[in-house]
């Protein structure tokens, strides 16, 4: 089972030419991401600045998985579980704000909610982290799966909040000064999540325990001889990870204002890895790449058809098959090619 | 009447784990043998279900229809590998998921295409749509019983084809070391894909015999393949042994909790509170036994020794 840690090219960190390159492009994106959506509002396109929340959200969720399968190299198959405990983390506490009962957590009170959903997810994290930790691979792949299915069912299984019907937010999280209520308002907060959390991953993976971290995915075993606990460097990944995208999850209930379970099956979590692969796992700004391609996708396909799954299914097939490394690995393998023969 | 009821939900789990063993055995040769993370295993259920019910429409016979549809899965496996699967196999486990999600959606579009968003029932011939009473006060459907047979028959056809025959010889050498049955001489390419076909005519059998009773629909595969990974993850991944008695378990356990957990519940709390976790409890049960088992278990409960 050798095969099972993805052999990719060491992290951009190490390069200083690819680190330029790839910070040029981020900062481009993070621009265009700053300037389109208020334009696109102010010009009376406001469909398009949802389009945008929730790209920026699917970003949020796309960079926090890319920690524990980029950078860990461990393939986590359920995180669409920790945005569902966010969202509900929203839907539960403003239910019983409006309906009664569970006065402990009964609230519309913004803080709440997000404490309720980084701990939550945090949690959860920690229990089937310390548990899918123990195996690697294939197993890894579908205990995650399964941890995250559990999810589902337990959702899908309290009728008091909908069930399988899901549940309407009436009242998005209360904070103080802000309100969520303005689209231009929630947006620049997902915006500006986005970037503190780029910002901070950024300064993670070239710390000590970033090193560590993918150390541990290149060569595990030598890591352990030269005396490094890498199971606990990947569990707290796995809960940074888990809580990133638990947060990812308190955004996208305040932003759509309907939960449901659907938003947890394991398909949603094989989306959000199609971003990450597709964008490119190694590089800090590959997911938000992936995220936008997704979202262009979905949007170009679904106009010219229904079945817009069929086409996206095979470009997904096609790109495992003739594009490994994604789209910044096709693009950095062009300009390395041009590297060496300059040097 | 307690005992009774018991009995008749003791079949009923039986007959969800012959289901998930048809299920998981695909899984576990494919794993076992190309090393390969087939995550459309269900998508070929939902096949299977599928061709079933057209045939049993358009030829009247749902006897006939299972004969004819089993050929035409197991050729669709044959077709996949060829064409998506094998150039898969030089791949990590990450680029099988990501290919094979890709499949997924492609198969269920295709079905949505082909058979229209709605579920198909299959009619059951009279014969079989009866029911017999096994004891005193233990009515069961002749269908659930015929299920029961054809699964472990399916299973003991499968532990003869691989223990006793040639072509089983050549797996268990395969799954111990390909490369070597390779430098020997035999035909590892034909054999990954006889092997597939064989995954995919086991899973779209459990397909056609759950089809005449939750019809089929798009979508079906998805949610049985995850607990089929419990299954086989509890058994150890790999291990045919592990995969059949772990799919009993979980087939009964799951279903044992869906009847009985309330029950359970209401002995140690109030009625009111029993009636809101049972369900949340008992449509968790397995994952939480998979968590238990890998707790102290990483490697699953039988784990294959060659591996």
Known sequence: MADTTMQQDPPPATTRRRLSWTGLFSLLIFLALAILPPVAFYSGHPFWLDIFTRLVILAIAAVGLNLILGYGGLVSFGHAAYIGLGAYAVGVPAYHATYGGFDLIASYNGFVHLGLALLVSAVFALITGAICLRTRGVNFIMITMAFGQMIFYAIVSLETYGGDDGLTIDVRSEFPLISLDNPLTLYTVCYTSLAIIVFLLYRLSNSRFGLTLQGARSNEERMRAIGVNTYHYQLIAFVISGVICGYAGFLLGNFTTFISPEMIDWTRSGEIMFMVILGGATFLCGPIIGAILFIVLEHLLSEITVYWHLPFGLLLIFSVLFLPGGIIGAVSRIGGKKGQRNG | MESSLLLIQLLNGLQLGILLFLLSAGLTLTFGIMDFVNLAHGSLYMLGAFLCASLTLYSGSFVLAVLLALPLTALAGFALEKIVVRHLYERNHLDHVLATFGLILCLDTLAHLIWGPAGIAIPLPDTLNGQVELLTG??????????????????????????????????????????????????????????????????????????????????????????????????????????????????????????????????????????????????????????????????????????
């Not at chain 2, 269908?143 to 040639?166: K, S």
């Not at chain 2, 019809?215 to 079906?220: D, F, K, L, N, V």
């Open chain 2, 138 to 307: 233990v009515v069961v459907p002749t269908f659930r019983l015929l299920i029961i047979g054809t699964g472990l028959l399916a299973a003991l056809g499968l532990y003869l084809l691989v223990n006793h025959t040639r072509i089983g010889m050549l797996i268990r050498a395969g799954a111990s070391n390909r490369t070597m049955v390779g430098a020997l001489g035999v035909d590892i390419s034909t054999l990954f894909s006889g092997v597939f076909a064989l995954g995919a005519a086991l899973a779209g059998l459990a397909g056609m015999l759950v089809a005449p009773i939750a019809e089929a629909s798009i979508g079906m595969g998805n949610d049985i393949i995850i607990t089929t990974f419990v299954v086989i993850i509890i058994g150890g991944i790999g291990s045919m042994k592990g995969a059949f008695l772990a799919a009993l378990l979980i087939g009964l356990i799951d279903t044992l909790g869906r009847s009985f957990l309330d029950d359970l519940f209401k002995l140690l709390m109030s009625t009111e509170a029993a009636e809101t976790a049972a369900p949340a409890v008992s449509a968790m049960l397995v994952y939480l036994l998979m968590a238990a088992v890998l707790a102290v278990r990483p490697q699953g409960l039988f784990p294959p020794l060659s591996r």
